[in-house]
């Protein structure tokens, strides 16, 4: 099992920065990705980042040289350092930890209300 928690949404003006948290706590070890999502009204919901265990990253187009996911392993947190924000980038943000395989699980936070004002 694994527990995660999102942290750190708010209101944001339009060119500003805020960065997401994710707590993750249970079965850490068993963990091999995290991933950041996305899902706007009436939109299919999106991978925005992620990392692996090994420390590779990936990044959709859509934040890619905006949006920085990052790791602290002593503390088991998950950032997404969100810069340059647009209007667009509101949603509700979730992180997501997938098991390694041969495992089953896949764990999702609450997410975090994230809104972008002009």
């Known amino acids: 099992q694994v527990q995660l928690v999102e942290s750190g949404g708010g209101l944001v003006q339009a060119g500003g920065s805020l960065t997401l948290s994710c707590a993750v706590s249970?079965?850490?070890?068993?963990?091999?990705?995290i991933g950041w999502y996305r899902q706007a009204p009436e939109k299919q919901r999106e991978v925005v980042a992620s990392i692996i265990t090994g420390g590779g990253r990936h990044y959709s187009d859509s934040v890619k040289g905006r949006f920085t996911v990052s790791r602290n392993t002593a503390k088991n947190i998950v950032y997404l350092q969100m810069n340059d924000m647009k209007i667009e980038d509101t949603t509700v943000y979730y992180c997501?930890?997938?098991?390694?395989?041969?495992?089953?699980?896949?764990?999702w936070g609450q997410g975090t209300q994230v809104t972008v004002f002009s």
């Open positions: 997501n930890a997938v098991l390694r395989p041969g495992l089953d699980g896949s764990y």
């Open positions: 249970g079965s850490v070890k068993d963990i091999n990705l």
